[in-house]
């Protein structure tokens, strides 16, 4: 009986000892795919556009193809696809026809549409009066369809006005890194603009 008691105080205490020594589990924190970045390199955009800038050779750049209004002139529209990055910037441009008031508000119409998911809307102004070109690039902060969008005119009669997208749910978190990158590539792009 002894000998019984005796084993049964020595398993208790070793599976004592045995609990005492494990942790509890912790979840592991939600993580994000590592996106490795390509070099930064620029080429020029050589097609028969009335404007040309410095855009990155790890875009593609493609004609647009299709037509939001009837009659509405589409063959200056352009997009630059980023497939590695699964990003796309859409520019959009028209000619100012004692419209740029218009035009203006229109770019500023569609970046406020993200003020409900914004948490911040940053305005850059570029201004280089020696190539005529005037601009503002919106910095979009949250969980919004698209970072960044800006405008470039000449305040006469070339307007372009350019988004970037992602294909992929807004999240803040996993995207302010690309957001980030792009902001740079958009930034050249703006000061190296010029118009034919």
């Not at 770019?107 to 102004?125: L, P, R, W």
């Not at 919004?144 to 978190?173: H, I, K, M, W």
């Not at 996993?174 to 792009?189: G, Q, T, Y």
Request: net charge negative; aromatic share 14%; with cysteine.
């Amino acid at each position: 009986m002894k000998n019984n008691i005796l084993i049964c105080l020595i398993l208790t205490a070793i599976g004592s000892f045995l609990v005492a020594c494990q942790s509890n589990p912790v979840p592991k924190p939600r993580g994000y795919f590592r996106i490795d970045l390509p070099e930064k390199n620029y080429r020029e955009l050589l097609q028969l556009y009335p404007f040309s800038f410095l855009y990155p050779d790890y875009g593609e750049v493609s004609q647009y193809k299709g037509s939001i209004k009837p009659g509405e002139n589409t063959d200056n529209w352009l997009n630059i696809d980023f497939p590695i990055l699964k990003a796309h910037l859409y520019l959009t441009y028209k000619p100012v026809k004692n419209n740029l008031g218009i035009l203006i508000e229109d770019s500023h119409s569609f970046v406020y549409k993200h003020v409900s998911k914004a948490d911040a809307i940053n305005q850059i102004e570029f201004v280089r009066p020696e190539k005529s070109v005037y601009g503002v690039l919106f910095d979009i902060k949250g969980n919004t369809a698209t970072a960044l969008q800006f405008f470039v005119t000449d305040s006469v009669s070339n307007f372009l006005r350019g988004a970037l997208y992602f294909d992929c749910e807004p999240n803040r978190d996993s995207l302010a890194p690309l957001a980030d990158f792009f902001r740079e590539d958009i930034e050249m792009l703006m000061e190296s603009f010029s118009w034919k």
